[in-house]
């Protein structure tokens, strides 16, 4: 197979553009060690993405594919070429089979941790648990989970050694097998190891040779701890590809193909480029294409937005993954695969997320300075203590007394328990966080993009007015035009009969009906010959709108709305106006929103006055109109580049790009799946309120999170300097440890309270 460039055409031989897949990155240090080292060939130049686990690389000629993979493992890590957006389907045509699961070994290692852990530290802290030889069975327990379930954290800590670097996982890995370590040494060779050995409760600061203490306890916990928080990360990066799944699963699964006058049903995957399809009522699109017979009205709103219909006939494009709402449609293919309009949205999705900054986790921050001090401490302690005099015991007990007090157990805790509860509090408040990513983001907005249509307002059309002619009765009106209208399948239709049917009561069977093409409907109820459609129709009748009627039109067209004309028994009696309304909240959500110190932008693929109504009916003054679908990703990069940043919130497939290249992407939960997908906080209620809401839990969480990082790295702090000097017995090592541990824990359970 040739390489793929990040669009899945071959990469060319003489330099060009690839992305390749990353495999063994277990922080944000890990990405930046990869890019510099990609960086480093002459004529590169790479990012990578730790959340999505890509690297966008551009690299001259003479360099090839193999040459960035074999950089890439030279680092300690895999890299492969993804494949094309359109190998997800067999040779067939069906879907491929679902890949394995990813997050299995993270979870099995996970769950022995937490199995095998719990009674470890329960003994450890219980005194009354402490029965004869109890130590032994903690040592029986706690070794699978520093050795098995910590293997990621050993084998993390030994790429980075080899390449002369120090993560959070060196100091986990160091800690944890110091803490195994000495326990051995002291059950084996010290007094620990003595039947009826307990941990007292004794409050001293005094130096001890560590013979008699043992430390399965931290050793254990850290490790639990640390992978709880490395899954539920891992199980949020996992949805980073879901947005491009679910996008080309909107697709047509199968087509039926003209072939030679006959119909043949065909998996949509081996549909070619010139093929001629039919398109039956209710149906999708197999792909793009241009309609050869038939005419009809297409629902786009799946891709678009925009909830009006679009009338094709002979000759018109049509867009792959749209519905067919009215008649028969042949259409002849113009573009399948990689070239379709929905695969160019699914790579806008991926190239959005790929080029998203590599969020640097603070512990990773501070842990780039912070492992290297509590090493060089640790082997100074050693010396230390070893060169004074002090003894070997003496100076292993202070060595190993730094590693376990530094190792981060407070730390393990402080993001996990944060997001939890506060993941967990937003659920109950309709509020879906995907994952800490998130939270860096929400701080630093200043702006945030409103998508019109079912977001600001209802994204279905409604009755607004109805404007009868002089001596006209409205109840009439509706009883008539909703008859006709009722007994059509086109989506402004089926608005005007559902109102008619709300307001007027049961509606008449038409005697006799009709669909004029491109125009409307005509038949005839209760005796009356009914026409109801574009004023044009009814001027084919010589049904000319009086100036009352002429009036209503020119009002419903200057605020971007559709007007209907209804006539019967040769008059012009009605004008009624179609609408997609604003959603009752969404004045008050415009209103928090700006309390939050943010400015809202309408954007939309609508016209200019119907986007101007909206804006002005919410109070919206900075208003984006008549944007295709692909220029909604081009309109945030925009004001990104003004030195904003950006939240999006919107709820349609044609938003989803636009979602994910966001700094913040919110998606309404009662959009579609593509979206849900590519935005980072899902609003499960659908009410623009809670956008609010949202940025104002995820501002609250991340402030808890920073706080515990701080007390959990100052109480480490504090404590490294009574290590070294030999002053911490394991019982206030243990109790300062669960200290923090609690207070981490308690910090974080105050968002339970946020309303």
Known sequence: MSPLTGDGTPAAPGGGEIELSIGGMTCASCANRIERKLNRLDGVTATVNYATEKAKVTYAAGIGPDDLVAQVEQAGYTAKLPPAPDEDTDADGGARPPEADELRPLRERLITSVVLGVPVVAMAMIPALQFTNWQWLSLTLAAPVVIYAGWPFHRAAWTNLRHGTATMDTLVSMGTLAALGWSLWALFFGAAGTPGMTHPFAFTIERTDGSGNIYLEAAAGVTAFILAGRYFEARSKRRAGAALRALLELGAKDVAVLRDGREVRLP??????????????????????????????VDASMLTGEPVPVEVRPGDAVVGATVNAGGRLVVRATRIGADTQLAQMARLVEEAQTGKAAVQRLADRVSGVFVPIVIALAVGTL????????????????AVAVLIIACPCALGLATPTALLVGTGRGAQLGILIKGPEVLESTRAVDTVVLDKTGTVTEGRMTLT???????????????????LEHASEHPIARAVARSAAERAGDLPVPEDFANVEGLGVQGVVDGHAVLVGRPRLLAEWSQHLPAELERALRRAQDTGRTAIAVGWDGRARAILTVADTVKPTSAQAVRDLRALGLTPVLLTGDNEAAARAVADEVGISEVIAEVLPAGKVDVVKR?????????????????????????????????????????DLTLVRG????????????????????????????????????AALGLLNPMIAGAAMAFSSVFVVSNSLRLRRFR
């Open 268 to 297: 949509a995957g081996r549909l070619k480029a010139g093929d001629r399809f039919v398109v039956r009522p209710g149906e999708k699109i197999a792909t793009d294409g241009v309609v050869e017979e038939g005419s009809s009205a």
């Open 383 to 398: 010396g230390f203590w070893l060169g004074t005099g002090g003894g070997a015991g003496a100076a292993f007990t202070a």
């Open 465 to 483: 007015e109805v404007v009868t002619a002089e001596g006209e009765q409205e109840a009439q009106v509706l009883r008539l035009a909703g008859a």
């Open 639 to 679: 004001l990104q580049d003004q030195g904003r940043t950006v939240a999006m919130v919107g709820d349609g497939v044609n938003d989803a790009a636009a979602l994910a290249q966001a700094d913040l992407g919110l998606a309404m939960g009662t959009g579609t799946d593509v979206a849900i997908e590519a935005a």
């Open 687 to 722: 009410d623009l309120r809670v956008a609010a809401d949202a940025i104002r839990l995820s501002r609250r969480t991340l402030r808890t999170i920073k706080g515990n990082l701080f007390w959990a790295f100052a109480y480490n702090v504090a404590a490294l300097p009574l």
